[in-house]
């Protein structure tokens, strides 16, 4: 069993900064992942990163948002600059294995779940 705990969601304005946070407890996985999901709409893959420290993001957040772990500390953050407000919305941290030895952005192969942070972005 893995557990998941998210932090450092909030309220910014459009171009602000944000850094979440993502405690594991329980055995480790190969991948950990950000999701999220807005208002009214289907859960979404925003950035992935393998254990080894390979990454994919999803278009949308390319060149804005860093994902980052720091294995001594089970810990996963995604570092969310350049905030717009489509950006907002319930981010989630999820783990999971990998395949092909490749972690992906769908929420359906991730099998643990945090309880997730909101974050949202005014204009």
């Known amino acids: 069993q893995v557990h998941l705990v998210e932090s450092g969601g909030g309220s910014v304005q459009s171009g602000g900064s944000l850094r979440l946070s993502c405690k594991a407890s329980?055995?480790?996985?190969?991948?950990m992942g950000w999701f999220r999901q807005a208002s009214g709409k289907e859960r979404e893959g925003v950035a992935v990163?393998?254990?080894?420290?390979?990454?994919a993001y999803a278009e949308s957040v390319k060149g804005r948002f860093t994902i980052s772990q720091d294995n001594a500390k089970n810990t996963g953050y995604l570092q969310m600059n350049s905030l717009k407000p489509e950006d907002s919305g319930m981010y989630y941290c999820?783990?999971?294995?990998?395949?092909?030895?490749?972690?992906?952005?769908?929420?359906?192969?991730?099998?643990?779940w945090g309880q997730g942070t909101q974050v949202t972005v005014s204009s």
């Open positions: 990163i393998d254990r080894d420290g390979g990454s």
């Open positions: 999820a783990a999971g294995p990998s395949y092909g030895s490749r972690c992906y952005l769908g929420p359906t192969l991730y099998k643990y």
């Open positions: 329980g055995y480790s996985v190969y991948c």
